[in-house]
């Protein structure tokens, strides 16, 4: 009888922990700053043309998505002044368009200071914008710190690509 009690226990916390646990979703979303899967938004029908104000678009047509800064700067130089002028073409080309901007920094520091400085780095981007004529309700900014690094590495060179906002137009 002890025996017959103890299995229907423990069938019923296994049957009561598997009810418990959580299915992952057939479809993952992106991560920020990846681009969708295809539904149709960015191309034409069937023949891979890009269409105007997409995601593509907005790559094939600006400079670079990507701007870089110095280690602990959020200061907008003449190379980011170039990149971020053409955003505001493309940008001022499609005014229905939205954007988010990511800020990033390389993994030396705490994660509460680089989530500040990447804070400040996406500010940077957005307020020169704003500054040259792009409405501030188009662009929202988002930290990400050194969690969503571009480079793995410990060196000069992975850092200095990892120290980045990043312009995500908004499907």
Known sequence: MARLTTTILLAAALVTTA???KKRPEVLPPAPGEAPASTGGT???????VVPGSSEDFKRSVTSDTVNFALDQYDIDGTARGILDSQVGWLQRYPNVRVTIEG?????????????????????????????GVSPTRITTISYGKERPLALGSDEESWAQNRRA????LN
């Open 19 to 21: 009810a418990c646990s």
């Open 104 to 132: 990033h920094a390389d993994e030396r520091g705490t994660r509460e200071y680089n989530l500040a400085l990447g804070d400040r780095r996406a500010n940077a981007a957005k307020n020169y914008l704003v500054a040259r």
């Open 43 to 49: 191309t034409g029908p069937n023949d891979g043309t």
């Open 166 to 169: 990043v312009t995500v137009v």
